[in-house]
C-alpha cells in the first residue's frame, strides 16, 4: 500500500491544496512509522496512544489538530473506516502573535539592498498577504492602476483582494514590463516560482543586518499589517476582508495587539476632573 500516493490522489480529486496534502503525507507517514503497524491493523486505542504520546512531548494544540485531521482524512476518506470519529480536538492556544512595531518595519525594509527582494517584502508587508499567497501570484492576477489585486484559490479554496500600496504602484509597473500576463509575478532561476523557504531565508538576513531581536518570520509581517492598520483607526470590520477571515473574532485579535495605542487615549477621568476644578473655582469665586 502506497500510502502518501493514496493520500495524493484523494487530495487532488477533493480539491485540498499541495501543502495541505504534503502535511498529511507526513503526519500520516510519521504515525505509522512509530506504530509498525500495517494500516488495516490498527484500531482508535493505537491513534489514542500516539496522540497521548505527542502531549507527553509538549506538541501544541494546533500539532494535534493537524495529525488528528490526517488521520481522519486517510481513514475515513481513503480507508471508509470512522477511527476517529469520537477523538476530541485539544483547544489551540489563543497566545497573542507578536508583530513589528512600524519603526521595527521601516528599518527591516531598509535593510534589503537587493530591489527584486525588497519588492517582495514590500509587497508581503503592505498587503498583508500570507507567504504562500505572495509565491503564488501572477502578473494577470494584479489591477495595479486600481490599486488592488486578486489572491486566487488562497486559503480554504477561496479568492479575495487585496490592496496594493499606491507607493508601490510605479515600481510594480516597472517590474512586469515586457513580462506576459500569465508568468508568475516572481520568478528564481529558470523562471520557476520561488519558495518559501527562500523567503525566510531573505528575511533572515534582513532581521541580522537590521539587529531586530524579535523572530521574525514571514506570517508576522502579516500580524504588522494587520495591527498597523488598527493603529491607524481601521475599525476590525474593514481590515477583516483584507485578510480574507471568515470570523470577526479572528480579526479582532489586532485589536489586542494594538493596545499600546490605548495610552494616547485620554481617560474620562481627566476631562471630569478639569470640569470639578472650573466647578470648585466658582464655588471660591462666590
Given amino acids: 500500500m502506497d500510502i502518501n500516493d ?15 496534502i504534503q502535511t498529511y503525507q507526513q503526519c500520516v507517514e510519521r504515525f505509522f512509522r512509530k506504530s ?10 493505537d491513534i489514542k496512544d500516539f496522540l497521548d504520546v505527542l502531549i507527553h512531548n509538549g506538541a501544541p494544540g494546533n ?11 486517510f481513514y475515513e476518506e481513503i480507508l471508509h473506516r470512522r477511527l476517529t470519529i469520537n477523538l476530541r480536538y485539544s483547544k489551540v492556544s489563543r497566545r497573542l502573535p507578536d508583530f513589528l512595531t512600524k ?7 531598509s535593510s534589503i ?34 490599486g488592488y489585486g486578486w489572491v486566487r484559490n488562497g486559503k480554504g479554496g477561496k ?38 523557504s527562500s523567503i525566510r531565508e531573505i528575511l533572515k538576513r534582513a532581521v541580522k543586518n537590521a539587529k531586530i531581536s524579535k523572530n521574525v518570520h514571514p506570517h508576522m509581517l502579516r500580524h504588522s499589517f494587520a495591527t498597523h492598520l488598527i493603529q491607524n483607526g481601521y475599525s476590525p470590520l474593514e481590515v477583516q476582508p483584507l485578510l480574507g477571515h471568515n ?3 479572528t480579526t479582532m485579535i489586532y485589536v489586542h495587539l494594538a493596545a499600546a495605542n490605548l495610552c494616547n487615549v485620554k481617560s474620562p477621568y481627566d476631562s471630569l476632573q478639569h470640569k470639578e476644578q472650573n466647578h470648585s473655582n466658582l464655588h471660591l469665586i462666590t
Fill in 6 to 20: 493514496l493520500i495524493r490522489k484523494e487530495g487532488l480529486r477533493r480539491g485540498l491544496r499541495p501543502r495541505t
Fill in 103 to 109: 519603526e521595527e518595519t521601516i528599518t527591516l525594509i
Fill in 63 to 73: 500539532t494535534l489538530n493537524v495529525y488528528l485531521n490526517a488521520l481522519k482524512f
Fill in 247 to 249: 470570523n470577526i473574532n
Fill in 159 to 196: 479568492d479575495r483582494p487585496f490592496i496594493i500600496a499606491h507607493s508601490l504602484q510605479e515600481e510594480l509597473q516597472q517590474y512586469i514590463k515586457n513580462k506576459l500576463p500569465e508568468c508568475w509575478l516572481f520568478t528564481g532561476w529558470n523562471n520557476s516560482p520561488y519558495d518559501d
Fill in 36 to 45: 509498525g503497524k500495517e494500516p488495516l491493523s490498527l484500531c482508535k486505542k
Fill in 113 to 146: 539592498k537587493n530591489p527584486k527582494h525588497s519588492l517582495m517584502i514590500r509587497l508581503l508587508y503592505s498587503s498583508g498577504l500570507r507567504v504562500g499567497e505572495l509565491l503564488n501570484l501572477k502578473i494577470d492576477h494584479l489591477n495595479i492602476k486600481e
